[in-house]
């Protein structure tokens, strides 16, 4: 009974900017990290970045200097700012939590349904 709801794909210009949204929601007791990861047509999962309940960030070289991770502990969100999109980031975004929900004794991994974002002109 734990949902995680992306939002805020869409289609950009390259050089354009796009902010993605998870929520997770339900019977979540506490989270630990947090990321996004990203699927292009063709092409494996990635990791593209992730945060700790700290604030302590990782990002994947590619998009390094691009992108910022951010998230709100007290309402269960992780943001991406993705500055200076090109081509190659094109493909469905999403959300991951490592979360224990209740009920449960472990913490388990989480996904959402995934966004997409296209760069293209």
């Known amino acids: 009974q734990v949902q995680l709801v992306e939002s805020g794909g869409g289609l950009v210009q390259p050089g354009g900017s796009l902010r993605l949204s998870c929520a997770a929601s339900?019977?979540?007791?506490?989270?630990?990290?947090m990321g996004w990861y990203r699927q292009a047509p063709g092409k494996q999962r990635e990791l593209v970045a992730t945060i700790t309940s700290g604030g302590s960030a990782g990002y994947a070289d590619s998009v390094k200097g691009r992108f910022a991770i951010s998230r709100d502990n007290a309402k269960n969100t992780v943001d991406l700012q993705m500055n200076s999109l090109r081509p190659d980031d094109t493909a469905a975004y999403y959300c991951?939590?490592?979360?224990?929900?209740?009920?449960?004794?472990?913490?388990?991994?989480?996904w959402g349904q995934g966004t997409q974002v296209t760069v293209s002109s």
């Open positions: 339900g019977s979540v007791v506490s989270i630990n990290a």
């Open positions: 991951n939590a490592i979360l224990r929900a209740s009920g449960s004794t472990f913490f388990l991994s989480y």
